[in-house]
């Protein structure tokens, strides 16, 4: 494992440090920030550090463009929502949804990818796209099962829940219940998953993976069949978005369309694996840091800036809380423009030429 | 020749590539342990003979055989499988991982190392020195080294390279010379098409000249290469003047 953390880290060794900075900030959130608006961006963050990693797993190491990722992570809160709104909310439950989540997830994936693999970009992106409108579709409609619009709000084993307290004192201020068992729950899953992939790129599999991302043919020249290796990386993909679809569920305790279903959240991954650099796997740390604190904290921030300089005519009206969306596109703009490779692609040396042949 | 010593055996081969039609009926043998020179002008089809034997674009007519055992119609894994090496025009590595890596992918068998590796290392000294770096930075000599090493690395029945001297500079193609001399002491059997007549000459074994999709000469290379008038008939110089 650290031989693969060594293979694959960012050669650069700012890209190094901002990556600690941000996994110790995540971990010691409870103690270094107040509120519980801090716990969630957190919690959000390491669940979508996950869901940008396994899309960069496809898109970044495949080359597969698919915009049918949120439905995976749908997939697994959907699992876990809708088992604890049917039975007892207990690990059990927990196991078989996670199980039942992953299994639909995968045959979805393989039938998505038996139908449409073979024919790469921008065919595989549209059917992708119909899936997953078909999807949402589906579950608004599905009303006794999914709650539709509205989602399923329910309820979680109570050792994660902030009415269990595992100690009566505080930790260094830190009341110490069951809130706090989830963040780690949520946490320290999403470092393991994200170690696992990790793992998968540093391996001969990963390998294969860029081979073919690169050059399909030559890959086949080898003589490896290139359509399971990305029929492979497609389920893999599926499985880690289910995955953290089920913490998703767990963190927020409500599970609807808009927060795990969304073409936002399609979007948002999109944006984050690019901004973070695609192929990078690291990038989703960054990626999805970026975003997360732009969405949670840009919007306070404008007011603040506004205060400061609400007499000025033009500016004070551009500082508007209201325009906080019209900043957040510009920073997109601006960091596609500065880092077209990503941040972490950025730093990482020179880019490898174009093949061909 | 009896089909015994033939390694590679093409029987009017078409091929049609999106409506055209690229190899008109091409008939050769490459035999076994020996340099085969495929020449011709640009644009006759070397290279789509190569891509159709590799079976990416899969012939319309005709018989491909190696060792005897048909092979037309194979995915190209397949025809990778059986072991067929192949070395594109411009290089057939990959920028983004780096030189031990596109040797690593390559090993499928029995992985890297042993003696194989010693062997290719002490052709091309330089992978070693550039052993971690990443394909895509490597000069243009180094790279089309990589692409042959890589090639080889696995234990093959039958070597494709396409054009290997290619923008290389004469001190280069002299090291490529000498390296593909060793392949051929070690029996391997190889198909090549170049256009440099200098390195054609020293290495072909066997000739093989094609026009317009059409086989239009097959023989040894040292009668060709004694026969000028041969040559300016087939390829419109002489070697001689190329060298």
Request: glycine share 10%; with cysteine; hydrophobic share 50%.
């Amino acid at each position: 494992m650290l031989q693969a953390l060594r293979d694959t880290l960012p050669a650069n060794r700012w890209i190094r440090l901002v990556l600690l900075a941000i996994v110790l900030g995540v971990i010691f959130t409870p103690w270094l920030f107040d509120g519980t608006r801090a716990l969630d961006t957190a919690a959000r963050l390491s669940i979508f550090v996950v869901l940008a990693a396994s899309y960069d797993l496809l898109l970044g190491f495949t080359g597969v463009v698919s915009f049918a990722h949120a439905l995976f992570f749908g997939i697994g809160a959907y699992a876990v929502a809708i088992a604890f709104d049917h039975f007892a909310p207990g690990f059990g439950v927990l196991l078989v949804a996670i199980v039942a989540g992953l299994g639909v997830s995968l045959l979805v994936a393989f039938i998505m990818g038996l139908v449409s693999l073979r024919v790469k970009t921008i065919f595989y992106a549209m059917i992708t796209l119909a899936v997953a409108s078909a999807a949402t579709v589906l579950v608004s409609q599905l009303y006794h099962l999914t709650g539709g619009e509205d989602g399923l709000t329910y309820r979680i084993p109570k050792v994660l829940t902030p009415a269990f307290k595992l100690l009566d004192d505080k930790v260094f201020g830190v009341r110490v219940n069951g809130k706090l068992m989830n963040f780690y729950l949520v946490v320290f899953s999403s470092i393991v998953l994200f170690l696992i992939m990790v793992r998968i790129v540093a391996s001969p599999f990963g390998r294969v993976l860029k081979a073919l991302r690169e050059n399909d043919f030559r890959a086949q020249a080898i003589g490896y069949n290139t359509l399971a290796y990305r029929t492979t990386a497609t389920l893999l993909s599926a499985a880690f978005a289910t995955l953290a679809g089920v913490l998703m569920a767990l963190w927020l305790r409500y599970t609807g369309p808009e927060s795990v279903l969304s073409l936002d959240i399609m979007i948002d991954v999109l944006l984050m694996v690019v901004i973070g650099g695609m192929g990078t796997l690291y990038g989703a740390i960054i990626g999805a840091t970026v975003l997360m604190l732009a969405q949670s904290y840009l919007q306070g921030l404008m007011g603040n800036a506004q205060d400061v300089i609400g007499g000025v005519p033009i500016l004070s009206e551009l500082m508007a809380p209201d325009r906080w969306l019209l900043w957040l596109g510009l920073l997109f703009i601006a960091s596609v423009y500065f880092f077209p490779q990503g941040v972490v692609g950025r730093f990482s040396g020179p880019a490898p030429k174009e093949a061909t042949t | 020749m009896s089909d015994q010593t033939m390694q590679l055996a093409l029987r009017d081969v078409h091929t049609h590539v999106d409506g055209y039609h690229i190899l008109q009926g091409v008939t050769f043998d490459v035999p076994r342990h020996q340099v085969t020179m495929l020449l011709g002008r640009n644009g006759v089809g070397k290279t789509s003979t190569m891509r159709t034997i590799m079976g990416l674009w899969p012939s319309s007519q005709g018989e491909i055989r190696l060792e005897g055992q048909p092979i037309h119609g194979l995915p190209t894994m397949q025809v990778a499988r059986r072991g067929v090496s192949y070395v594109p025009e411009n290089m057939g590595i990959f920028a983004s991982l780096t030189v031990s890596e596109n040797l690593r992918i390559a090993s499928r068998s029995q992985g890297l190392g042993g003696e194989r590796l010693d062997w290719i290392l002490a052709l091309f000294p330089a992978l070693q020195t550039f052993w971690h770096w990443p394909a895509g930075n490597l000069s243009g000599g180094q790279k089309q080294m990589l692409a042959i090493a890589r090639a080889v690395i696995e234990p093959c029945d039958l070597l494709l390279v396409d054009e290997p001297s290619k923008g290389l500079a004469p001190s280069i193609i002299e090291k490529l010379i000498t390296a593909f001399r060793s392949l051929k002491d070690e029996r391997t059997t190889i198909l090549m098409v170049e256009q440099n007549m200098n390195m054609a000459r020293q290495l072909g074994d066997h000739l093989v000249v094609m026009d317009d999709g059409r086989i239009v000469h097959e023989g040894s290379m040292a009668d060709f290469a004694a026969d000028p008038d041969r040559q300016s008939e087939l390829l419109g110089l002489s070697m001689e003047a190329s060298t």
